[in-house]
Every structure is written in C-alpha cells, then in structure tokens.
C-alpha cells in the first residue's frame, strides 16, 4: 500500500513569494492534516480537512496561508506571501476517519524563506 | 488545548540496552489517545506505538512497551534491546478522540552508542 505522498521535498524561496506544497493521502482515507514543524519543535496542526470539508482551521494564519481538497484526495497548502518565520517542514498526514483514528504521515517538505 | 511535555530533550543508550523516555500531559477528558512516533533524521514520521486512555492494559510493540500512569498523566515508552536503527527522535503526542487532532511534546533525540 501506498503511503502518503507529498511534493516537492524541499524548496527555497525569498520572503513575500509565493509557494505551494501538494500532498495525496492514502488510498481510501477520508481525513487529511497539514502540520507545520519549526526546527526544534513538534508538529502543529494547521488545518483538517474530513473529505472536502475542513474540520478545523483554528490554527491557519488565514491572511497568508490557504489549503483545499476539492475533490476530496489531493489537497494544496499555499502561502502568499510568505515570511521568514514560515521556515518549516510541512507534513501531511491521512487517517481512514475522523475519529481518533491513527494518523500516516507524508516524508514531508522543508520550505527555507530567505 | 492540551499540552504534553517531553522533559528530555536528548537521550543516549548503549546498542542492546534499555532504555525510557518519559511524557506528561494535561487534559481535563477521561477519553482521549496517546501515541509515540518516531522521526529518523530527514525521513518521514512513524507511528511506534498506540494506547487507548480506556484501557488498563500498556500497549506493547516488539521491543516498544509503554508505561500509562491515567492518574499521573504520565505516558513513558521503553525501548528494549536498543538497535542502530532506533536512533531518531521521538515525539509523544495526545488525540483528542472529539475532533483527532494531534498535540504534540517537542521531541526526545535518542543516540544509539554501538
């Protein structure tokens, strides 16, 4: 099986550009999580999404960052513009349901702002 | 939002030995999930280890076992028989079982000495 897929691994980009991450679950799993993780630090949730739906966005810095599962398998996370704090590793992860369900993680990509 | 506290931030332990990392957390709920992963250097995430708070019994894995204290709030992992390969950092993490989100500690690094 397939495990949670996630592009590019790395990227490098200057300070108010933009950029994009991509991640494709698991086959079958209805819920999928972006987690950002500073150097130094656990991962925190950024958004959830159940489907196409998002579950909780509370943490997102909505002026900047923006994420979607249009069809309910890939989704996107965005950032515009980006700042240097957003140095991170971006993880997703899937889980089959919602519901205290394990959570797969992707290799994650590492986004450097400069 | 719940908390969980990794109070080392590096351990080492001899090839074959034994070895505890420890984690607290805090939480008002009686139903939630405890989970240890682990994160080789630049690679992705695993899941080591699972525990249900409903369940008495401490989860094993292998050589992976888990001491859940409910009443302490503590949740420990034991590495038995360490190998090269357990080298990683090691993230305890808390689920909340109404909307699985994961919060996570800031991580252990154990270095296996051959």
């Known amino acids: 099986e397939a495990g949670v897929a996630q592009s590019p691994r790395y990227k490098i980009i200057e300070k108010r550009q933009s950029v994009a991450f991509w991640c494709n679950p698991i086959?079958?799993?209805?819920?999928l999580y972006w987690y950002q993780q500073i150097l130094g630090q656990g991962p925190k949730l950024l958004i959830q999404?159940?489907?196409?739906?998002?579950?909780?966005d509370s943490q997102l810095p909505k002026d900047r960052f923006s994420a979607e599962r249009l069809k309910g398998v890939d989704s996107t996370l965005k950032i515009q513009p980006a700042k240097l704090e957003d140095s991170a590793v971006y993880l997703c992860a899937s889980s089959q349901t919602w519901n205290s369900d394990t959570q797969y993680f992707g290799p994650g990509t590492r986004l450097t702002v400069l | 939002a719940q908390t969980v506290t990794q109070s080392q931030p590096e351990m080492s332990v001899q090839e074959a030995e034994t070895v505890t990392l420890s984690c607290t957390y805090d939480?008002?709920?009686?139903?939630?999930?405890l989970f240890w992963y682990k994160q080789p250097p630049s690679r992705q995430m695993i899941l080591v280890i699972r525990q249900e708070a409903y369940k008495q019994q401490n989860a094993t894995e292998n050589r992976f076992s888990v001491n859940f204290q409910k009443a302490a709030k503590s949740f420990s992992l034991k590495i038995s028989d360490s190998q090269l390969g357990d080298a990683a950092m090691y993230f305890c993490?808390?689920?909340?079982?109404?909307?699985?989100?994961?919060?996570f500690g800031t991580g252990t690094r154990l270095t296996v000495i051959p």
């Open positions: 999404f159940q489907n196409n739906g998002v579950v909780d």
């Open positions: 993490a808390y689920g909340d079982p109404g909307a699985n989100n994961l919060f």
């Open positions: 086959s079958g799993h209805a819920t």
């Open positions: 939480t008002s709920e009686s139903d939630y999930y």
